[in-house]
């Protein structure tokens, strides 16, 4: 055993990763899905703080104040040097009954929780999609790996034979240097295959938010594709589509500048605010020739307008031009989408049909090696020939394999052009 195959062995034993187990880093640990929760929840937080700006505010106030007595002509001697004290409390209940600031306000606060929420989904799509994709491919360059080593045990096997019928004079020289060479070409193949695996589990490592990932066996991904959960998804493709993330935060757009230029027209409005407030005030001060307590007890309720002193036609005018600007973006994310689905049902009918036609080509490889190897001990076929086909049948295996993982990666995709990637 040469010290390439030892290290393809031990590359391929050690810790499993489940999907399971990937699945549940990546929704906990993947920074980006962290970033989008913080930012939903903030743009939550922002909706009730305008809410709160529309429910009554009490307010408390309070006052004290104290200074020492003047010479006054008309202030008694004993009273002079003394302490003039004064002090009210007031508390008052204000409602902000029609503010056109404040409601545009809240109405913006609460369609930007709604686009943060639809990005939120369309980054988790995205993100879900891609976490997929980087498993199933250091899965496949694992498994890919698994067959150039069995490519090299049936190389090395190869190699023993011709070594044997060389022995017995049945074989030249020149078939055990083609045998030796077959060898070498499959270890290359291997070490290659195991470096390509290694990057892709990186990439892997990198969004379940880990810097490596200490397993060295992948389990198989748990893909069980429904046949008429897909021909589902093919029927109402046109009705899903319309509940994109990205066409529905765009629409949130177009309503967005709407609520924008009525604000705008309704600015010249006032504000206006009702209240009811309590005051009490009590203080002692000396007046003409004689000094007095006075204490009142005050309440009552009053309504305020406020005028703006200026109006912003140009706001109006802006706002209406911006809506036009969403509505047409609206339209170019509809035919985006529409084209993105038609070629993921294209890539998908693909895979599918291509999958079929590599599960043929293994089982005729297959048929194919044994009867090489049969003819070849029976000295019918030349080592050449029975090395062409054993590669032949390893070249049919990891194409199977490709177009396996390939037909997973398209179902996603389809998927993802739906808005109904995330799922687990």
Not at 15 to 33: K, R, S
Not at 325 to 350: C, D, F, G, N, P
């Amino acid at each position: 055993m040469t010290l390439w195959s030892l290290v393809l062995l031990i590359a391929l034993q050690g810790d499993t990763l489940t999907y399971t187990q990937a699945v549940q880093w990546f929704l906990q640990q993947n920074p980006d899905l962290r970033i989008g929760q913080y930012q939903t929840e903030i743009a939550r937080v922002s909706w009730w703080q305008s809410l709160v700006r529309l429910i009554p505010s009490p307010v408390l106030n309070a006052s004290y104040s104290s200074q020492t007595r003047p010479f006054l002509p008309s202030l008694p001697p004993d009273l002079i040097g003394q302490p003039e004290e004064a002090y009210s409390i007031a508390f008052s209940i204000e409602q902000v009954l029609f503010s056109p600031q404040l409601w545009s306000q809240a109405l913006d606060q609460r369609l930007g929780l709604l686009q943060t929420q639809w990005s939120y989904r369309n980054l988790q799509n995205t993100l879900w999609v891609a976490f997929r994709k980087a498993y199933f491919e250091a899965y496949e360059s694992q498994e890919e790996t698994r067959l150039r080593t069995l490519s090299l045990k049936r190389a090395r096997e190869a190699l023993v034979l011709v070594k044997r019928k060389l022995q017995l004079g049945q074989a030249v020289k020149l078939d055990l240097l083609q045998a030796q060479l077959a060898v070498q070409k499959a270890l290359q193949d291997s070490i290659q295959t195991m470096q390509t695996f290694l990057s892709r589990k990186q990439t892997l490592a990198a969004l379940l938010g880990k810097t490596r990932l200490r397993a060295s066996v992948l389990q198989p991904p748990e893909v069980t594709p429904d046949s008429s959960l897909v021909d589902s998804l093919i029927r109402h493709a046109q009705d899903l589509l319309e509940q994109h993330p990205e066409i529905q935060k765009q629409s949130l757009e177009v309503r967005a500048s709407k609520i924008a230029f009525w604000a705008a027209v309704l600015s010249w409005l006032p504000t206006v605010k009702y209240g009811v407030y309590w005051n009490y005030y009590k203080s002692d001060f000396p007046t003409w020739r004689r000094f007095w307590e006075e204490s009142r007890y005050v309440k009552g309720i009053y309504v305020s307008l406020s005028f703006p002193f200026f109006t912003y036609p140009l706001d109006a005018l802006l706002s209406h031009k911006n809506r036009s600007l969403q509505v047409e973006t609206l339209r170019k994310v509809r035919l985006q989408k529409r084209v993105a689905l038609q070629q993921a049902l294209s890539a998908y009918e693909t895979a599918r049909k291509s999958l079929k036609i590599a599960e043929l080509s293994v089982e005729m490889a297959q048929e194919a090696f044994k009867l090489s190897k049969n003819q070849y001990e029976l000295g019918a076929l030349s080592i050449l020939d029975l090395l062409k086909a054993q590669e032949e049948l390893t070249q049919a295996e990891i194409q199977f394999l490709k177009t396996q993982i390939q037909w997973w990666i398209a179902l996603d995709q389809l998927k993802l052009a739906l808005g109904e990637a995330f799922s687990w």
